[in-house]
């Protein structure tokens, strides 16, 4: 409006512009205009220098907050609807996520990877609310805070729980440099280490991705790393979901199987390794139903398949 501004208003664009500066320091950082705003703040990708040219790394998306301890996700509008919309973005993305606490006082910005939160996902969807929770130690599995039981959403039955994951410590904090020279040179070796920890917690995350898309149940996550540390230091623990009622998600999980299998056929025939083949025969005729190849591909995996037979009868 004419002639004031919102003091808040003013103080979240001015933790904005300070995310953005800090940012950059790592590479690319390209803020998302507020007309186009549904959740990032930030399109980021770290940058590495070789020879005169600088190369990207893996892209990830920020969301910047002033202050906060816990983000939420879902829940209820004031109209007791089931916000599903907001989940279906966090999880939905094509992108890893962070979340950058930009802080005016100590001109610091504190990135923390979402990752974590993908095993609430695949173990219990479709869930009520998610709790992003900062600082706190991470845990093997995400934590049921609360719940009430409602349908809302395109007839979608939620369980109407509440779910709080821990995010751990920050992945990096980024700073102000000191303008005096010495400082300023371990600034810049600092950095380099922090663009290879972010590159490796993203491209990470973004194979979690891979793997939701899928329909596959399954992930890595950093179970331990150190703020600022090196990325061969960074933990990885993988982690895996699974369900007892029959049937359930299977079919999914075939048919993103069914094309590494097809390939993997074709790459062990060509070199010769039948047996690699012969095992894999019974995978792949369960993940072949309902498919449909090109003739020419699919004379040539049978081809294969009958090679590897052949093989496995000369053992006799």
Known sequence: MPGQLSDDFRGGARSEYLAQYLLSQLGLAVPVPRQE?????????????????????????????????????????????????????????????????????TLTLDLYSCSPMRQ????????????LQLDEPLSKNPIEVEGDSFVEAKGLKCSGKTYRVPLGK?????????????????????LARQRKLIDAVAKNDLQNIAYHRMGVHFGNVALGHRTNGPASDLQLAS????????????RPQLDALFPILT?????????????????????????????????????TIEVCIRKAKKYRESLR
């Open 239 to 250: 982690f895996f979901a699974w369900n007892d009622i029959k049937g359930y998600h299977i």
């Open 37 to 105: 705003d549904i959740g990032a703040d930030f399109i980021c990708a770290p940058t590495f220098k070789v020879g005169r040219m600088l190369r990207a790394g893996t892209s990830f998306l920020v969301q910047i907050k002033a202050q906060a301890s816990e983000i939420s996700y879902g829940g209820r509008d004031n109209k007791g609807k089931w916000k599903d919309y907001e989940l279906n973005w966090l999880f939905g993305n094509d992108l890893p996520l962070f979340i950058g606490i930009s802080n005016k006082e």
């Open 263 to 299: 390939t993997l056929i074709s790459n062990a025939a060509a070199q010769k390794d039948y047996k690699l083949v012969k095992d894999l025969i019974p995978a792949y005729r369960a993940a072949e139903k309902g498919k449909r190849l090109h003739p020419m591909h699919r004379e």
């Open 170 to 190: 920050p992945i990096i904090r980024l700073h102000v440099a000191s303008r005096k020279r010495g400082k300023l040179v371990t600034h810049q070796r600092k």
């Open 120 to 131: 609430t996902h695949f173990l219990h969807w479709p869930f009520g609310k998610l709790n």
